[in-house]
């Protein structure tokens, strides 16, 4: 129902007729009650916890436990079996004492005892003229701890007038707590709830049909509340509306500053949004430029760009102090157009957030005219688009800002161009070591179980009988089995004795000769020690698709590049492979002049693998 609707209904749904009425020869005494016409609410008498003091009350007649949702004196109980509430002698709504003393005053210089009071079926007691039918007083004017639907909250600002909630001060003390829910008139508004004079919890601002501090109001949710300001004359007006069986829900605000809407089912009350609920929810919990982020631990960090104002005290669980920038925007450091082009500051998204506190409407129509508007000033040092809002600028200290698990809306935050150029940089470092890391383990992974098949088939090592056999026979000796030795003429006669016109390419740990020309003519196979490739006990099949795998391991794009997965069902499968193409290694390096010592006929084998 739209708020226009709603205060609509507020205005006409007072009904003026009733079964019974407090008039001045009809007052309402201890032990008798006052029920509206439809029996939703009852006025009477009651006491806490079986004392003595008496108030005058409103409750739901057909709920019980008993639920007060307004209360008379507050403030001053009655103990007199005779008091009563009557009309005076001015036409006011009065509560007299045993001694027929005043207690309590609806107040107002009236002029007329032709008065009545009645409950209506809202649940609001109303004290009319008889002869005009209108409303002199009305208790939906004079809130207590509870909205019903059809009350509202107000600011007057020009006439420094308020409408507000206050808590009891205990579950069983009706006397005015410390905690006080109000709206302000700042714009847009927000609910806010304070424990004395401090604030205690915040709504966010309102966005047409929501509150941004509140995910449980995203756009699904259907809201029974409604907000109306009017800027240009400083008044404002929040009203509850209708919650399904409007006779039976409410707003409360509890004794230990909490703010529950709930309805009665039947059998129970069920809350539909109930604030604050975590230590988060409290007002500035991590101090200024500190984020609270609920499903953290410890929930305090501080916002990108910033670090803690006091170590020791952040360390130890006392957030209050919050953060500072740890670099200066580059707007502070100079002025000049010269700099400022240079080195502009740039802005850091972050989302989910509950809008901090201290903003200011301005009047930028997309989100990049605020962007730019924030960026103009210097002292703006974050900025918000939001739907149904329009432009938020901060240009104070961001203070009360949480990250919620999901909902919420995008906050851009000011910060030195360098605070994101490090965490690029950092990003691509981080990137580049990862990936070529990975690459060489998926290379040895494949390299190895090669092996492994390679030994699992009985595969012996063929040893030359040479005058170099003392030293193979001593490395087989030290567990290095599966292990293939090459002569170094063999790798010369393969390379035209290393000439550069067979060099493709130079690698990271050496220099890399026919390889890819040789797996791209005969599939790999003639990379195997020869000794290997004439045994029956290897398969070149096997060996070949070994090679093709480690290819695949060191292609240059990453999405061309197999996982662990990937790589073991490469290998225990039959599955056609990918064509790896040209490993960049070979395609990028530049050939360098070289000269290759010659060396005396004592050259050891060499340990070649691939």
Known sequence: MGIVACLLLIATMF???????????????????????????????FSTNNSRNQYVGIWFQKVTPRVVVWVANREKPVSSPTANLTISSNGSLILLDGEQDP???????????????ELLDTGNLVLMDNVTGKYLWQSFEHLGDTMLPLTSLMYDTPNNKKRVLTSWKSETDPSPGEFVAEITPQVPSQGIIWKGSSPYWRSGPWAGTRFTGIPEMDESYINPLGMVQDVA?????????????FNLSSIKLTSEGSLRIQRYNGTSWIKHFEGPVSSCDMYGTCGPFGLCVRSATPMCQCLKGFEPKSDEEWRSGNWSRGCVRRTDLSCQES?????????????YHVSNIKPPDSYELASFSSEEQCHQGCL????????????????????????????????????SLRLAQSELSGSKRIKVI???TLSFSVSLILVLAAYGCWRYRVKRNG????????????????????????????????????????????????????????????????GGVNLLDEDLADSDSVNSVEAGRCVHIGLLCVQHQAVDRPNIKQVVSML?????????????FVLDTSDEDSSLSQHSNDSKDLNVSY
């Open 459 to 522: 595969s012996k090592i063929v040893s030359k009988d040479n005058l170099e056999g003392a030293w193979k026979n001593d490395l087989q000796s030290q567990d290095v089995s599966g292990i293939s030795f090459l002569e170094i003429h063999t790798l010369q006669t393969a390379t035209d004795n290393f000439s550069v016109s067979n060099k493709l390419g130079q690698g990271g740990f050496g220099t890399v000769y026919k390889a890819w020309e040789s797996w791209s003519e005969t």
């Open 15 to 45: 009904s003026s007729c009733g079964y019974a009425a407090i008039t001045t020869s009809s007052p309402l005494s201890v032990g008798q009650t006052l029920s509206s016409p439809d029996g939703s609410f009852e006025l009477g008498f």
């Open 376 to 411: 103009r000033n210097c002292s703006c040092t974050a900025f918000s688009f939001i739907k149904g809002i329009g432009c938020l600028l901060w240009n104070r200290e961001l203070l009360d800002t949480v990250k919620f698990a999901s909902g919420g809306e995008t906050l």
């Open 335 to 347: 002025s000049s157009a010269e700099t400022q082009g240079k080195d502009r500051d740039v802005f």
């Open 233 to 245: 004359n400083g008044t404002g007006v929040f009203a509850f509306c209708v919650l399904r069986n």
């Open 572 to 584: 225990t499968s039959t599955t056609d492979l990918p064509k790896p193409t040209q490993p960049m």
């Open 430 to 432: 981080t990137i580049g």
């Open 103 to 117: 207690v309590w005053s609806s107040g107002g210089d009236l002029t007329s005892n032709k008065c009545r009071a």
